[in-house]
């Protein structure tokens, strides 16, 4: 009767590519999370001091944010029904993207369902196939995704190496499609920033587009979190912002900042907003809430930024290489410990675990061969007691192992 117990599957070539990861000490299983996403969590059924997650500030377990998405659930229900051009755009999303263009000064706002789809779908949208993207190497998989899909010409520069930006941009300048920059605010493995007034100045100079994918500087820099636009006052210079509402934010989505001609064309032609369904209303009342909460509770961020300042000295004086030499500075709360070899900075990773510190361990492809790293994420939400108690385990193993000498 069957046939399916004789087929041999055509699947398993991929059975090779485990292989490889499991003989390079690269291959991972996940760890499960049981309870809440907080700064002492159980993984795995072990309580660990979590250094890894991106809940900046602790949002993801604040009263109000259970409270305001609660509330939507019992009021409008647990999902959207349509995608948003068919019915499912409810007056809760066009609230909050109301509330985060006004956050962010900017005319419009259209929130994606992540990050992931906000940057794609619009860098894909946006250009074609006779357009150029000038990119930073080390910017985000989502954007390179993006360039990818609009078939535009990419020219990808130096990390923050102006010049070689510029240079990549002149020798397209007399070509007639358009051109984009694009840069991360923060970049997520290094923890560094992006330099955007140089960047914005090149666009001037150039006719291009500038874009920014904030992702880890929502919530994090800027005044009550609005960003590295922020930061660095460069208002009305940035015609395409990004940010996230996955990290500091707590919940979920991406959203795109500009003027309302352009929210009105990524209505029009952005992918994942034509063609995959809207939030439930409760994520999107989460996220209201949560910028209620960045502008009443600045103290957050001060917080976060205390947290950072002391971790990253501590890490510093214990002798941990957290980049600078070989790999840029971090100046935000995230913060490599660099290890260099992948095999060793998993075995790291899992080693700290064991003896109760979650930090995870990034090795190629996700950064480059021989930059393989912990990172470290500070929370406005960590007890100094427990980073003292991380920092004495990152020195003890990170010493028996080698890493540290
Ligand atoms: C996390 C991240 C994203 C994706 O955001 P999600 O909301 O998690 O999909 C995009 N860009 C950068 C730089 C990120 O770090």
Redesign the pocket.
């Known amino acids: 009767m069957s046939t399916t117990a004789t087929r041999t599957d055509p699947l398993s070539y991929l059975g090779g590519v485990i292989d490889d990861l499991k003989q390079r000490g690269t291959h991972f299983r996940l760890r499960v999370l049981e309870g809440e996403q907080a700064p002492e969590s159980t993984f795995d059924g072990r309580r660990v001091i979590n250094i890894a997650s991106n809940n900046y500030l602790g949002l993801t377990t604040h009263p109000r944010l259970r409270e305001a998405a609660l509330k939507a659930i019992r009021d409008i229900g647990v999902g959207s029904g349509a995608v948003r051009t068919v019915t499912g755009t409810m007056k809760i999303h066009m609230e909050l993207e109301e509330k985060i263009a006004r956050f962010k000064n900017v005319e419009a706002c259209v929130v994606f369902q992540?990050?992931?789809?906000a940057?794609a779908g619009t860098v894909s949208a946006i250009l074609g196939k006779d357009d150029f993207i000038i990119s930073d190497e080390l910017n985000?998989a989502?954007i390179i995704d993006g360039a990818r899909l609009s078939r535009a010409r990419i020219l990808v520069f130096r990390h923050k190496d102006i010049a070689h930006a510029e240079e990549q941009l002149a020798s397209v300048q007399h070509q007639p499609g358009h051109k984009l920059i694009i840069t991360?605010g923060v970049f997520?493995m290094d923890g560094d920033i992006g330099p955007l007034p140089q960047l914005c100045s090149l666009a001037e100079k150039y006719g291009a587009i500038m874009m920014v994918?904030d992702?880890?500087a929502s919530g994090v820099l800027g005044r009550n979190g609005r960003g590295t636009v922020d930061h660095f006052d460069v208002h009305g210079r940035v015609d395409v912002q990004v940010g996230?509402?996955?990290?500091a934010i707590g919940a979920?989505?991406?959203y795109v900042c500009g003027t309302r001609q352009l929210i009105d064309f990524l209505y029009h032609r952005a992918r994942p907003f034509l063609f995959s369904t809207s939030h439930p209303p409760s994520v999107a009342a989460t996220c209201i809430a949560a910028l209620e909460v960045l502008e009443r509770e600045p103290e957050r961020i001060d917080r976060l930024w205390e947290n950072t300042r002391f971790f990253k000295k501590e890490l510093g004086n214990l002798g941990c290489n957290i980049g600078g030499r070989n790999t840029p500075a971090s100046e935000t709360p995230i913060t490599p410990v660099i290890v260099g070899d992948g095999r060793l900075a998993m075995e790291f990773s899992r080693a700290l675990f064991n003896e109760g510190v979650l930090a995870t361990g990034i090795a190629f492809p996700t950064v480059a061969e021989g930059k393989a790293r912990l990172r470290t994420i500070m929370t406005a939400t960590h007890t100094r007691a427990e980073l003292e108690q991380a920092l004495e385990v990152l020195g003890r193993v990170g010493k028996k192992l080698g890493i540290i000498s």
């Open positions: 992540s990050g992931f789809a940057n985000h989502s991360d997520s994918d992702a880890h996230t509402l996955s990290k979920l989505g991406g």
